[in-house]
C-alpha cells in the first residue's frame, strides 16, 4: 500500500501551523504500525505557493517551510530503515513564475533566449491585445497572460495551463528535456525509490497553436509526443539498482490511450482516476474493475486502485450523497451529505480497493474516517481551483486540512502543544473523535479496520498481485475469488443477502446479520 503525505497537512514539528518534514518524521511509527509499504510526498520544493507547491521553482531544493534538503534526506533514510519506500512528487508540464528560467525570460525582453524554454506568443489582433487562442485552462478560465517589456511597453503572452504564476514549459527544447532528466537523477541519487508525475498526460503542446474544436485532435491534451519523454525517463529509472517507479497522473477516459503510458518502456504505473470516480454502484463498480485489469492486461502493467487524493472530495463525503461519483465539473457547495451512510460505504470500499489485484493507494486521514470540511471561510481558501472558477467550484482545500492526531479540541496535536500559530486551514471541532489516538485500539473504528485489513492484506498470498475470478452474487452484490482461498462480498443493495459457504471470516466491514451481509457492507472470507 502506497501512503499519500500532503506535507503541509499531515504534521507540523516546529509550531507555524504548517505541516513539515519534521513532523512527517515524527509520524513514521504511526505509518509503519498502519502497514505502509511506500509513501508518496507531495511537492516540497521551493514555491511562492500560488497553487500550493505545485508553481515549483526549484525541484533540487526542500522549501523553507517545510525543512531542508538535510532532512529530506533523512526522512528517506530512516524510512528505508522501516522497510518504507519513497516516492516524490515531480512537475514536469509547468514551473513556478519565480523559476530563474521565467524570471530571466521576462527581464530580457523579447529577446531572451530563456523565452524559448516557456510558450511566449504575440498576440492576436492588430495591437496583439487579443490572447494567441481560446484554449481553456485545467482550473477553468484563460490561458495566456501578456507580460509587459523591460521598457514599459505591451509584450508577448505565455501559456500556462493553470494558474498565471505557473507558466507552462516548452517540452519540444532539448534544454527543458535535460533539465528534467537531471532532477530525475538528483532524487533517484538520494535514494528515492520513485516519482509521481503530475500532470502526466499535459507535457507536448501543437506548436500551431489551433483551437480546441469537436472532431480535431485535442492541441494538449495526450499528444502522442509525450511517450518520447517517458521512453527517456524510464531509460534513467532502469539504470538504478532495485526497482525504481515511475509512477503518472494520467486523466484518461478514453482506456486504450490510458493503457500507452504504461507500456513496457515507457511508466511502471498511472492512477485510476475511473474508479476514482465511479458510482457506489455494482454495475457501475464491476464495469470499471473488469476494464482496469483488461486494459491493464494489455500492456503487462500492474492495476492501481485510489478513493481519494489530494485534489478531489473525500469519499466520505461522496458517498453520503445521492450522486456517489466525482468530477471536477460537477462540484458545488451545498451538496447535502449524509456522512454516516458515507463512512459505512467508505469502510466497505476500503476492503474493496485492499482485495483487488495489484496496488492501492491510500491518501492520508482516510484511515481515519475524515470527511471533507466544506465550511472553510471564504477569507481562509487558498485553492486557485475555487477563486479562478468565480467561486462555483468549492476548490480542493476541503481535502487538504490538517490530520487530526489527538486530543479534544484543534489543533489536535497536528502542531505541538507550544504552537504559536494556528493549523493552516480550520479544523472541525467534530474530528475529536477521529483522532488517531481516539480511534486507536477501538475495534469499530475506521483506522483500527485499516489496520486489520493490511495485515490480512500482507499475510494471504492470494492478495496483492494476482489474478481476479468473479462469483456468483444476487443483483447489487459484487462477489470475487483471489486464489488460493480468498473471496471478498461487497453488498451495494439494499437488503441483507446471505453469505455463501465458507470455512472463515477473516474481516468485516460493519456487524453481520448472523450468516447474511447489510447492505454498503464488506466481508472477506476464507473459502
Not at 508540464?93 to 523565452?115: I, K, M, T, V, Y
Request: aromatic share 10%; glycine share 10%; proline share 9%.
Amino acid at each position: 500500500m502506497i501512503y499519500q503525505v500532503y506535507p503541509r497537512s499531515f504534521a507540523d514539528g516546529d509550531g507555524d501551523g504548517i505541516g513539515d518534514i519534521a513532523g512527517i518524521r515524527s509520524r513514521l511509527d504511526y505509518l509503519s504500525a498502519l502497514g505502509v509499504d511506500a509513501i508518496w510526498f507531495s511537492p516540497w520544493y521551493p514555491s511562492p505557493m500560488a497553487d500550493a507547491g505545485y508553481d515549483v521553482a526549484d525541484h533540487r531544493d526542500i522549501d523553507p517551510v517545510f525543512g531542508t534538503l538535510a532532512e529530506a534526506e533523512a526522512l528517506i533514510a530512516e524510512a528505508h530503515a522501516l522497510g518504507i519506500r519513497s516516492i516524490v512528487d515531480v512537475v514536469p508540464n509547468h514551473c513556478s513564475d519565480a523559476h530563474p528560467w521565467f524570471q530571466a525570460a521576462l527581464a530580457g525582453g523579447p529577446d531572451a533566449p530563456e523565452r524559448e524554454l516557456f510558450w511566449f506568443r504575440p498576440g492576436r489582433g492588430p495591437n496583439g491585445d487579443q490572447r494567441p487562442t481560446d484554449w481553456v485552462g485545467e482550473f477553468g478560465g484563460e490561458t495566456w497572460t501578456r507580460t509587459t517589456n523591460p521598457d514599459g511597453t505591451p509584450g508577448d503572452w505565455y501559456l500556462h495551463l493553470f494558474a498565471p504564476e505557473q507558466p507552462d514549459f516548452n517540452w519540444d527544447h532539448p534544454r527543458v528535456r535535460a533539465e528534467f532528466e537531471d532532477i530525475l537523477r538528483f532524487w533517484f541519487d538520494r535514494g528515492v525509490d520513485g516519482i509521481r508525475i503530475d500532470s502526466a498526460g499535459l507535457l507536448v503542446k501543437d506548436g500551431t497553436l489551433p483551437e480546441t474544436l469537436p472532431g480535431r485532435p485535442h492541441p494538449f491534451r495526450d499528444l502522442d509526443g509525450v511517450h518520447e519523454i517517458y521512453r527517456d525517463w524510464r531509460r534513467i529509472a532502469d539504470e538504478y539498482p532495485g526497482d525504481r517507479a515511475l509512477i503518472g497522473e494520467v486523466w484518461m477516459p478514453d482506456r486504450q490511450r490510458f493503457a500507452n503510458y504504461l507500456r513496457p518502456d515507457e511508466l511502471h504505473t498511472a492512477f485510476n482516476f475511473d474508479f476514482l470516480g465511479c458510482a457506489w454502484d455494482a454495475s457501475a463498480l464491476r464495469e470499471s474493475i473488469d476494464g482496469t485489469l483488461s486494459v491493464h492486461a494489455l500492456v503487462g502493467a500492474p492495476a492501481t486502485w485510489v478513493l481519494s487524493n489530494h485534489d478531489v472530495t473525500r469519499h466520505v463525503t461522496r458517498y453520503g450523497r445521492a450522486d456517489t461519483t466525482f468530477s471536477f465539473a460537477a462540484k458545488r457547495e451545498g451538496t447535502p451529505t449524509d456522512l454516516e451512510l458515507g463512512t459505512r460505504r467508505a469502510r466497505a470500499a476500503a476492503l474493496l480497493s485492499l482485495s483487488l489485484p495489484g496496488a492501492a493507494y491510500v491518501y492520508q486521514g482516510e484511515e481515519l474516517g475524515l470527511w471533507e470540511v466544506e465550511d472553510i471561510p471564504r477569507e481562509l481558501r487558498q485553492d486557485p481551483m475555487h477563486f479562478r472558477s468565480g467561486g462555483v467550484d468549492p476548490g480542493r482545500d476541503g481535502c487538504r486540512v490538517p490530520i487530526p492526531w489527538s486530543g479534544e479540541t484543534p489543533p489536535f496535536g497536528f502542531s505541538p502543544d507550544d504552537a504559536t500559530a494556528a493549523p493552516w486551514l480550520p479544523q472541525p471541532a467534530d474530528w475529536k473523535d477521529r483522532t488517531a489516538r481516539a480511534q486507536g485500539g477501538d475495534v469499530h473504528s475506521m483506522l483500527e479496520l485499516y489496520r486489520a485489513a493490511l495485515a490480512v492484506r500482507r499475510a494471504e498470498a492470494a492478495l496483492g498481485d494476482g489474478e481476479l475470478s468473479w462469483l456468483p452474487a444476487p443483483e447489487g452484490v459484487l462477489a470475487f475469488r483471489r486464489e488460493p482461498g480468498f473471496a471478498c462480498l461487497v453488498n451495494l443493495s439494499d437488503t441483507a443477502v446471505p453469505l455463501p459457504p465458507h470455512a472463515e471470516r477473516l474481516l468485516a466491514s460493519g456487524p453481520l446479520d448472523d450468516d447474511r451481509l447489510p447492505p454498503d457492507t464488506a466481508v472477506w472470507l476464507r473459502v
